[in-house]
């Protein structure tokens, strides 16, 4: 089986296909709120436009959670033994880049769809003279980054956590734990993009109030050093595994 960074070509082509269908979800929402608008005229839909895409980059998100956490479960897709540190950090690395691909595409659709509605003016005053110091670019960029690590991190963490459980009891019920999986994994993500959403504001604020403040160098080296702890937890977790079924 073809392969890209041990991560087999199957998986990649499933986990490009999903995002692309969220992509076009995003895309037929978009759309329908400008059909309704043809119609209400006078009437400002943009902030459902923004709701859209806020929701579709979360969904895509979990959608790429689940696709990653295949390759624990599914011999369909191993070509290596998923215990090992190679094809776990491959399979993470792959699927982040995904995301972020996704994610530029999801901004191009959101600021297209904006400018359409918005006046070239507006349009360069809120959207881009307002969102464009360099600055505060690099530091939302770092944060996201951060907040998109530890989602993937933590809901494999998540995930073996209720393997071990599953083992341990012998629940052997498969569709229980991936409903609690599901749950927790999606409960978790919400709560992270509203935490990034809080501290992104924060950022902003301190720019435009030009206040200095060390906040957002002590959330980065907190989320960094818990992704670091979690990382080896994962990789630590992986390894006792397949002692287990050796």
């Known amino acids: 089986m073809s392969n890209v960074l041990n991560v087999s070509k199957s998986l990649l082509s499933t986990k490009f296909k999903r995002i692309n269908q969220v992509l076009l979800m995003t895309i037929v929402g978009i759309l329908s ?11 400002s839909l ?56 996704f994610s530029l595409a999801q901004s191009i659709i959101l600021l297209a769809s904006l400018y359409y509605y918005m006046t070239k003016y507006s349009f360069r005053h809120v ?28 809901s494999t963490l ?19 734990m991936t409903g609690v999986f599901n749950l927790l994994m999606t409960i978790f993500t919400i709560g992270m993009s509203y935490l990034l959403a809080i501290q992104m504001a924060q950022v902003g604020i301190n720019r435009y109030l030009n206040v200095t403040s060390d906040n957002f160098l002590r959330t980065c080296l907190l989320e960094i050093s818990g992704i670091v702890i979690v990382l080896l937890i994962n990789l630590h977790l992986l390894e006792n595994q397949v002692e287990t079924e050796k």
């Open 33 to 43: 709120v400008m059909v309704v608008s043809i119609f209400k005229q006078g009437q």
């Open 46 to 101: 943009q902030g459902f436009i923004v709701l859209i895409g806020i929701v579709a980059y979360i969904f895509g998100l979990i959608v790429l959670v689940k696709e990653n956490e295949t390759v624990i479960v599914s011999n369909q897709y191993r070509l290596i033994p998923i215990t090992t540190k190679r094809l776990y950090l491959s399979n993470l690395i792959t699927t982040i880049v995904i995301y972020f691909y």
């Open 127 to 154: 959207i881009i003279d307002d969102n464009t110091h360099v600055v505060l670019l690099i530091q939302n960029l770092i944060l996201i980054i951060l907040s998109v690590l530890v989602v993937f991190v933590v």
């Open 158 to 176: 998540i995930h073996l956590g209720l393997q071990a459980f599953d083992n341990f009891f012998a629940i052997k019920n498969q569709k229980v």
